[in-house]
Structure formats: structure tokens, C-alpha cells
């Protein structure tokens, strides 16, 4: 079983994320890694800013088969993926905020190129502002598989770091555990604030 501690720390970042308004109605979906074979997500259809350690299920990484009469994520599809393709991952977030699916709309090429802000560093590995971020930008598609192939197939290029954007959708976010991926929800959210505030001040 999932650590229980991870647990309570994912349902604490769940009520921390709608707090802060980047999941309005019941949109986005959280999991963490339960062992090697396993992970537990979020329930289809609930207010992340309520979830209850009861409303996660568990999912087979390999197969995303649940053995469950309730229904996961509809995206449970790309969590499975993130945890297939990176076995360091602990947990995923996948939020909607306004910021994020702002930029990832106006932005017209395939990822967002972030350089200069401090706020970089939150991010795990990147030890200055001058280091060049790109954040990958994937067009949204109702076929959560046809989806995943995209991102398994970038990932195989030019591996996938910290998360990528949805085209009008959110942010999907990792870390090694779920302190790590709030860390980096919060410090690409921040940035993603103040990439849109100087796009739009520029423009004037």
C-alpha cells in the first residue's frame, strides 16, 4: 500500500490546489505511486478541494485496469504514462488554472521557453535564473490515449521534466514524492503568472 503518509499529504495538496482556485469545478486529477504495479488516483468527478483519502482509486500502471465499480480520472491514462516513463516519479498533479491554460493557448509553437526568473530554481535540478526552461505544450485531445502516445513519444525524444502543458487545458506536474510535485505546481504556477503579466505589458 501507498505510504500512508503520502496519502494524507496528496488530500493536503488537494485542498491546498482548490484553495488556491486552480481546479474550479471538479476539474484535475491527482495519484501517487502505490508501490511498483500501482497507483492511487483521484475519482472522476469530485471537488479536489474536498477529497477524502477514500475518494482515491487504485489503477494497474501497466494495463490502467481498476478493480473498482467506481470510476477514476478519465486522464488516469497519462498519470499511468508519466509513471511508466519515469519510475522516480511518487506523484502527479493536474491542475487548471487560468495562467496555464491562458499561456498555452497564445503560445503557438510546442513548448513554452521560460529564462531569467529566480523562481526557476524551486524547480528540481535547476540551480540558476539564466538556465533555459521549455515546458512542452501538447494540443488537447479527447482521446486520452491518442494523447498519451503524443507525450510518450516526445518523452522518448527530449525527455519530459518537472511537467507539460495541455493546449487550453492545465499543467500536469510531478515530483519524487507529492512535497516535490507540490513544490513544482507552485513554482511553475508563479512563473506561468509572470511569463502572461510580461507578454501582456509588452504588448501595450
Given at each position: 500500500?501507498?505510504?500512508?503518509?503520502?496519502?494524507?499529504?496528496?488530500?493536503?495538496a488537494?485542498?491546498?490546489?482548490?484553495?488556491?482556485?486552480w481546479?474550479?469545478?471538479?476539474?484535475?486529477?491527482?495519484?501517487?505511486?502505490?508501490?511498483?504495479?500501482?497507483?492511487?488516483?483521484?475519482?472522476?468527478?469530485?471537488?479536489?478541494?474536498?477529497?477524502?483519502?477514500?475518494?482515491?482509486?487504485?489503477?494497474?500502471?501497466a494495463?490502467?485496469?481498476?478493480?473498482?465499480?467506481?470510476?477514476?480520472?478519465?486522464?488516469?491514462?497519462?498519470?499511468?504514462?508519466?509513471?511508466?516513463?519515469?519510475?522516480?516519479?511518487?506523484?502527479?498533479?493536474?491542475?487548471?488554472?487560468?495562467?496555464?491554460?491562458?499561456?498555452?493557448?497564445?503560445?503557438?509553437?510546442?513548448?513554452?521557453?521560460?529564462?531569467?526568473?529566480?523562481?526557476?530554481?524551486?524547480?528540481?535540478?535547476?540551480?540558476?535564473?539564466?538556465?533555459?526552461?521549455?515546458?512542452?505544450?501538447?494540443?488537447?485531445?479527447?482521446?486520452?490515449?491518442?494523447?498519451?502516445?503524443?507525450?510518450?513519444?516526445?518523452?522518448?525524444?527530449?525527455?519530459?521534466?518537472?511537467?507539460?502543458?495541455?493546449r487550453?487545458h492545465?499543467?500536469?506536474?510531478?515530483?519524487r514524492?507529492?512535497?516535490?510535485?507540490?513544490?513544482?505546481?507552485?513554482?511553475?504556477?508563479?512563473?506561468?503568472?509572470?511569463?502572461?503579466?510580461?507578454?501582456?505589458?509588452?504588448?501595450?
Amino acid at each position: 500500500m501507498a505510504e500512508e503518509g503520502q496519502l494524507a499529504a496528496l488530500v493536503a495538496a488537494c485542498h491546498w490546489i482548490g484553495s488556491r482556485g486552480w481546479c474550479p469545478a471538479t476539474g484535475g486529477n491527482m495519484s501517487i505511486r502505490d508501490g511498483e504495479q500501482r497507483c492511487l488516483i483521484s475519482e472522476s468527478g469530485k471537488d479536489k478541494g474536498s477529497l477524502r483519502a477514500e475518494d482515491f482509486l487504485a489503477v494497474d500502471i501497466a494495463s490502467n485496469r481498476v478493480d473498482d465499480v467506481r470510476t477514476p480520472s478519465a486522464e488516469t491514462g497519462l498519470h499511468t504514462l508519466i509513471y511508466r516513463s519515469h519510475p522516480a516519479v511518487g506523484a502527479v498533479l493536474h491542475t487548471h488554472s487560468v495562467n496555464a491554460t491562458v499561456l498555452s493557448r497564445i503560445e503557438p509553437g510546442p513548448a513554452l521557453h521560460l529564462s531569467g526568473y529566480e523562481m526557476q530554481k524551486s524547480l528540481a535540478g535547476v540551480s540558476s535564473h539564466l538556465t533555459p526552461l521549455a515546458i512542452a505544450i501538447f494540443d488537447n485531445d479527447q482521446d486520452i490515449s491518442a494523447l498519451a502516445a503524443q507525450v510518450a513519444g516526445r518523452n522518448q525524444r527530449d525527455p519530459l521534466r518537472f511537467g507539460f502543458l495541455v493546449r487550453g487545458h492545465g499543467l500536469y506536474c510531478w515530483g519524487r514524492d507529492v512535497q516535490e510535485a507540490r513544490r513544482h505546481v507552485e513554482g511553475l504556477e508563479f512563473l506561468f503568472q509572470c511569463e502572461l503579466q510580461r507578454r501582456v505589458l509588452e504588448a501595450r
